[in-house]
């Protein structure tokens, strides 16, 4: 019998990344002269894989949310990969804005992913690990028809296919 090839599915970001991505956008708010004296900030907490945003206004947040994007997209990290919450007020009408990195695969679009592999009809077994996703097939033809199936879903989160064998 023929051993099981088997790639995995996965949602990760590089942290290092996007620490680089919130520093230069932090300098820009200090040169910017739209933003020079607005009082805008931005912080990264690394443990809990989170961005705040405080500005004085919501457009200013969704400016400076702009400009984060755009230094993610020069380092190559997926905008799908920052959920933000919606604004919230703080302390003297100014506005804050949470977002989270995503880290990972979640149960819920772990368990939609592996229903659209089984509806495709192949030959593969598809098993949730944690945050990843791991599917195996005596055939690597089928397991390159179920990466090109999944390249072409949107599922909201960056993924991500490693350890193909």
Known sequence: MAKDSSFDVVSTVDMQEVDNAVQQTARELTQRYDLKGSGSSIELAKADATITVCAPAEFVANQVIDILNGRLVKRQVDLKSVR?????????????????????????????????IRDLKLKVKAQIDDDKLRVTSPSRDALQQVISHLRSQDYGIPLQFNNYR
Do not use: C, N
């Open 84 to 116: 933000w919450d919606k604004p919230v007020a703080a302390s003297g009408d100014s506005v804050r804005l949470i977002g989270h990195v995503v880290q990972g695969i979640d149960k819920e679009y772990a368990k939609k992913i592996s229903k659209d």
